[in-house]
């Protein structure tokens, strides 16, 4: 049996990681890796500034390869 996160789950873990910058950032990756209803699951004032917050706190600018 495969464990898969539910949709606030893997939000919270997306915004944890430090792929995300934004919030519109991992419902594009929730929409990806095939969640659905992302609007339903997402949806409030709390649930987003919790995520946005995350984001911001957690998010690390992909290194940039330095041309010699």
């Known amino acids: 049996m495969t464990f ?17 910058r934004t919030v519109g950032e991992v419902k594009q990756a929730l929409k990806s890796e095939g969640y659905d209803r992302i609007q339903d699951a997402l949806y409030g004032s709390t649930i987003t500034n919790a995520l946005r917050k995350l984001c911001q706190e ?11």
Not at 4 to 20: I, K, N
Not at 58 to 68: D, I, K, R
């Open 58 to 68: 957690n998010w690390s600018a992909p290194t940039q390869a330095v041309e010699s």
């Open 4 to 20: 898969r996160p539910t949709t606030l789950e893997r939000a919270y873990q997306l915004a944890e990681s430090g792929a995300c």
